[in-house]
Nanobody, 123 residues
Framework: VQLQASGGGLVQAEGSLRLSCAAS????????MAWFRQALGKEREFVAG????????YYADSVKGRFTISRDNAENRVYLQMNSLNPEDTAVYYC?????????????????WGQGTQVTVSS
């Protein structure tokens, strides 16, 4: 499986963006998926994760209630709907995959990574 993230851009505070991560190859439904982000000069941090079936999700406290992760196993895609964005959300966003039923919050647990997409929120 290879991952390609898209959908980033420049948005004003309180605006919305929808990120998409397309997976190529077979067995996408075997993978738990997650979004991470990395701001300039900071470590990569967990944003949201979703189990193989999509029935369970988990969010970082900083985005809970504003971001929604979802997946479409028929289309081999995972999404991150981001609402009420603020400048602190500015970062490069990465999608990641691991062939397990669990959602991990540390980047070291993920086997596959997309190339990242820049999200910039202006005040």
């Amino acid at each position: 499986v290879q991952l390609q993230a898209s959908g980033g851009g420049l948005v004003q505070a309180e605006g919305s963006l929808r990120l998409s991560c397309a997976a190529s190859g077979r067995a996408f439904s075997w993978y738990a998926m997650a979004w991470f982000r990395q701001a300039l000069g900071k470590e990569r941090e967990f944003v949201a994760g979703i189990t193989q079936s999509g029935r369970s999700t988990y969010y970082a406290d900083s985005v809970k209630g504003r971001f929604t992760i979802s997946r479409d196993n028929a289309e081999n895609r995972v999404y991150l709907q981001m609402n009420s964005l603020n400048p602190e959300d500015t970062a490069v966003y990465y999608c990641a995959a691991v062939p397990t039923s669990s959602i991990f919050t540390t980047p070291e647990r993920y086997d596959l990574w997309g190339q990242g997409t820049q999200v910039t929120v202006s005040s």
